[in-house]
């Protein structure tokens, strides 16, 4: 079956499937062999969920582990959400001396010791950090390495980052997203261009080219994105772990209780609410970055999205969830642009609707999105724009519909821009390459285009 075709649910029951490869990955951390298991989460499927249960388990074996985070933000809901699960498992939150190094609501746990010092720490199940913070971390003053590790976002790490840590523990589980969004600069990082450990490339990358026996597993269900959208972001981004949606095509609905007034904004919010997919195309015209009526477009769509009433419905209960500010996000590729939508926003009145760009919107989860596509009224298909982890992380937050604000012409500018980077002895290649999700994504909006002219 093709990755792009709709699952039949008499074939493929994807709570199944995840439970299966779930247990694969489990049996492999605590049984196997290997020092090291990866793990491939496409948007929505439950990495969290994975790491929390593979710490827990871990735990109740009887051995001690250290989790390994990229931000302070992935950390603490790392801990919140194990003393949710277990509320009396003995946890270890390690953090910098920073002021506000970490979310006071953990000091409310009981059975969560906070310091800034490993040695304070010892002893408890799980202590959970950043990569920056373990780092620090002598493994010389350890008692005994850790005998777990569990490195979350694994592919938000950079090689060196887990060169620095790799001396505190036995065995590792790596989990992460690989379409999304490095956090990191590449900039200037060709002197390392096929070296055996090139800082900028990714710990899993890296861990992969010296240990190609490791154990690989996917999961293979999003459960975050509906049966509109799957199919589309694992075949432009996923093609060779593609996934599937936990839902099927109806289970989700988006209705509002105003009717449209014939407007742009309006239409391209019916042609979302029906198909999960909705471009609203402005005239082709080159424009500054702030292109002031492509932002106030976005504006204006979401302020139609609050004012029409609507209203989602889910596999998560009968009952309608008002579609409220703060279940909608604005995705755009830089800040300013971003600063520019929530002044315009703020005038008409919007408040709590999150406004950010690609890199703050990952990992975060919304009942629709807004995206200002990153090619808009550009005379140019930079290195930059053509990120693909920057289109995946904007076209992949939603549950419901993914509203995309774009001038005319992408397509002919891609066309005009061919990829152009050269190619570099040594150094994996990344695919699919921007210029062909761009296209992908392009032809399957065009679908779903509403041409307006403000």
């Not at 093709?2 to 779930?22: E, L």
């Not at 001396?167 to 590792?172: D, K, M, Q, S, V």
């Not at 904004?265 to 005239?283: K, T």
């Amino acid at each position: 079956m093709s990755p792009t075709a709709p699952f039949d649910r008499a074939s493929f029951d994807p709570g199944a499937a995840a439970d299966r490869a779930t247990d694969a990955i489990l049996h492999d951390t605590l049984h196997g062999a290997h020092r090291g298991v990866v793990v491939d989460s496409p948007p929505g499927a439950g990495k969290s969920t994975l790491v929390v249960r593979a710490a827990r388990e871990l735990a109740a074996a009887g051995r001690p582990l250290m989790v390994i985070a990229q931000t302070n933000a992935q950390v603490d809901d790392l801990v919140l959400r194990l003393a949710e699960k277990d509320p009396e498992l003995p946890v270890g939150r390690l953090h910098s001396s920073d002021p506000d190094a970490y979310d006071k609501a953990l000091d409310d746990l009981p059975f969560v010791r906070t310091s800034t010092k490993a040695a304070d720490l010892a002893g408890l199940d799980v202590v959970v950090s950043t990569a920056a913070k373990w780092a620090h971390v002598e493994a010389s003053k350890l008692d005994a390495p850790w005998q777990h590790a569990i490195v979350d976002e694994a592919y938000q790490m950079r090689s060196d980052a887990l060169l620095a840590v790799a001396g505190l523990f036995e065995r590792a589980l790596f989990v992460g997203d690989p379409g999304q969004l490095d956090p990191f600069s590449i900039v200037g990082a060709e002197q390392w261009a096929g070296l055996a450990y090139d800082p900028s490339a990714s710990a899993v990358t890296t861990l992969l080219a010296h240990n190609p026996e490791l154990p690989q597993h996917r999961l293979p269900v999003s459960w975050r994105l509906p049966a509109s959208a799957a199919p589309l972001v694992s075949a432009a981004f996923y093609p060779y772990t593609p996934f599937r949606s936990g839902t099927d095509h109806g289970d989700r609905k988006l209705n509002f209780g105003v009717p449209s007034d014939g407007s742009g904004p309006d239409r391209v919010i019916d042609e979302a609410a029906e198909s999960g997919w909705g471009l609203l195309e402005l005239p082709a015209r080159n424009t500054p970055r702030t292109d002031p009526e492509a932002v106030r477009a976005v504006a204006q769509v979401v302020r139609r999205l609050l004012d029409r009433g609507g209203a989602a419905t889910s596999e998560r209960g009968p009952d309608p969830t008002p579609l409220t500010a703060d279940r909608i996000a604005v995705g755009t590729a830089h800040r300013d642009q971003a600063a520019a939508v929530r002044a315009i926003l703020a005038d008409m009145g919007v408040r709590d609707v999150t406004v950010d760009t690609a890199n703050r919107l990952q990992g975060r989860e919304f009942d629709v999105t807004v995206v200002l596509h990153p090619l808009s009224g550009r005379p140019d298909a930079t290195a930059f724009h053509l990120e693909t982890g920057r289109l995946c992380v904007l076209a992949s937050r939603h549950r419901h519909a993914c509203i995309v604000i774009c001038r005319a012409g992408v397509s002919e500018l891609l066309d005009d821009h061919p990829s152009t980077e050269p190619v570099q002895l040594g150094v994996t290649v990344k695919f699919p390459d921007g210029w062909e999700a761009n296209h992908a994504v392009l032809a399957r909006l065009a679908e779903h285009r509403v041409a307006w002219r403000p």
